[in-house]
């Protein structure tokens, strides 16, 4: 008997150990920063640079894995053209609304520092893709405007640094890669004269530099009654 629970007591403590350093399976946060566009009018990111700002949810599978939902908006603009592909003075601006669904991948063990195991880190750097739907206004034939919405491509790297028990910072550079070519809302920007050739797929592209605070929540389920974190 004296065996056994000699075994058990070894395997909780081998279970708290693994277990500590990653209490808190989710976490909600906030962040803000600069945005910008890539297309057909602006060749060039970090041009004519917006306000960007979003919340998002975070799941935790692991040290190294998580789940990312966010939503967010950002403000874009640029320089207007004629029917004829001629630059003028005037600019467009268009208001975007984003919903992301993002694996994330972190460089080191994440987590509460652990005296333990020393590889789990309370910072780390950590890249991200998945799937996003952005919502916008496009031109119609007749002038008009009117919402749409279409697909993308969100990806990027960042950085996260747990300074506190429940409480961290977050940045990020993330790209979104839409499947169309009509976020300026003009008719002569739909690569009707062919300004975006460097892209290849000759669709448009925004990105967004955001920080933000994240604040953890929902702990881990401890392995046993007996053990402790």
């Known amino acids: 008997m004296k065996k056994y629970i000699t ?13 500590q350093g990653q209490p808190y399976l989710c976490e909600i946060g906030l962040q803000g920063g600069c945005g910008y566009y890539v297309g057909d009018a ?8 917006r306000e960007a700002y979003g919340v998002h949810f975070r799941y935790k599978f ?49 987590g509460e520092a652990n005296k333990y195991d020393k590889r789990i880190k ?12 952005g919502v916008y206004k496009d031109m119609t034939a ?31 550079w993330q790209h979104n890669i839409y499947f169309s070519d009509d976020i300026e809302a003009r008719n002569t920007l739909n690569d009707k004269h062919h300004l975006n050739g460097w892209n290849w797929m000759n669709c448009d592209l925004t990105g ?13 389920p401890k392995p046993c009654r007996i053990c402790n974190w």
């Open 42 to 49: 602006t060749p060039h990111i970090f041009m004519n640079p």
């Open 62 to 110: 692991t040290k190294r894995w998580a789940l990312q939902a966010k939503v967010s908006g950002q403000r874009i603009t640029g320089p207007d053209y004629t029917i004829r592909g001629e630059k003028l003075d005037s600019k467009w601006q268009n208001q975007m609304i984003n919903a992301d669904l993002m694996a994330e991948f972190n460089f080191f063990r994440f």
């Open 208 to 220: 967004m530099l955001t920080a933000g605070i994240v604040f953890e929540f929902a702990k881990a």
């Open 142 to 172: 007749d002038g008009s405007t009117k919402w749409t919405a279409s697909g993308y491509v969100p990806l990027g790297i960042g950085f996260k640094w747990k300074f506190y028990d429940c409480v961290g910072l977050n940045i990020a």
């Open 7 to 19: 075994i058990a007591v070894f395997l909780c403590s081998a279970l708290a150990l693994m277990a």
């Open 122 to 133: 309370p910072y780390t750097p950590y890249i991200f893709i998945g799937l996003g739907a």
